[in-house]
């Protein structure tokens, strides 16, 4: 489904879902096909272009990130831009639980596809007992 610029309430929020259940598949090939071919990623301190890019780059979290599982909330919208807060929870290798806290900012092209995403989060140790997703 494409869902065009510029956005409503209602088409920003549909967005913000369809986001949400394709990084929560965990399936690189999937989410990459919501971004341009050559999409600006900054994702914390990295920052990389295109759609193979962002099919490594995600490949790489979802080994490191393990029972990877996400909430996206909308925060903004206007025209060709969208803000999100997001949270997820994950495990590493040792089992220890994290919970990432963060905002994304997206730019869309005219045809619904996200050419920037700038991210920042922040990560924070949790007990099993303390997920919330």
Same mark, same amino acid.
């Given at each position: 489904?494409?869902?065009? =610029? =510029?956005?409503?309430?209602?088409?920003?929020?549909?967005k913000v879902k369809l986001a949400e259940d394709a990084w929560n598949s965990r399936d690189p090939e999937r989410v990459s096909k919501a971004y341009t071919v050559d999409s600006d990623w900054r994702n914390r301190g990295e920052f990389f272009q295109g759609r193979e890019a962002i099919v490594t780059f995600l490949t790489h979290k979802w080994e490191k990130e393990l029972d990877y599982k996400l909430m996206k909330e909308l925060w903004c919208y206007t025209g060709n831009r969208i803000s999100v807060r997001f949270e997820y929870e994950w495990r590493d290798a040792?089992?220890?639980?994290?919970?990432?806290?963060?905002?994304?900012?997206w730019e869309f092209d005219e045809e619904g596809l996200m050419r920037r995403r700038d991210m920042s989060a922040n990560d924070v140790k949790i007990s099993e007992s303390d997920r919330r997703l």
């Open positions: 489904m494409s869902i065009k =610029p =510029p956005f409503t309430e209602e088409t920003a929020r549909l040792a089992g220890q639980w994290y919970r990432t806290h963060g905002n994304e900012h």
